[in-house]
């Protein structure tokens, strides 16, 4: 009861409806050093060259979690991904594929366990971060989400497999089985990420 009446908060206070969607446009460009941003907001500096740009129109999962599809989606947040990606050395293709096997792009995401937000971050996990109120919010919870893994990759030496299995079901079950633990779960859930993780590098 207080996780829903968080949510019902948190959704009265910014004015949004959980049923509603939002169509907002990427733009990608390069800097005048060759580098590449992506934002959804446009550039008007001088040696900024908008190399594309898109419409991408907010997923949102229904109260039943869609099935899960091997497809990519474009998704409202990309910008706030790819940036906060390359912030912490990591690959935007990497992080898009766990928050969409994580959240399906819903913000409002709520598990049974009581993981929230887009990364789908544990209470306990998100104060570790120093995140302990708006857990909601896409791009604190993307930032918290995205340290997380980065910390989890360092552990273990940049081994994706084993840093989504510590991200799905703790470190502590890594440990207990030196590697992947034996969870039908755990184990589904590395085989999608890394699935669309390959989509996703087609991408982005």
Known sequence: MLIRNLIIATIALLGLSISGSVTAVIYVYEQPNG???ITDSRIKKPGYKLKKSY???SYRSNTQRSPYRARTIKSKYDAVIV????KYDLEPSFIKAVIHVESAFDRYALSHAGAMGLMQLMPATASNYQLKQDHFNPKRNIDVGVQHIKNLMERYNSDKRLSLAAYNA???AVSKYNGVPPYEETQGYIIKVMRLYKLY???I
């Open 201 to 203: 590098k087609k991408e």
């Open 83 to 86: 940036n906060t990606a390359l």
């Open 55 to 57: 419409s991408s129109k």
């Open 170 to 172: 703790g470190e502590g």
């Open 35 to 37: 580098s590449t941003v």
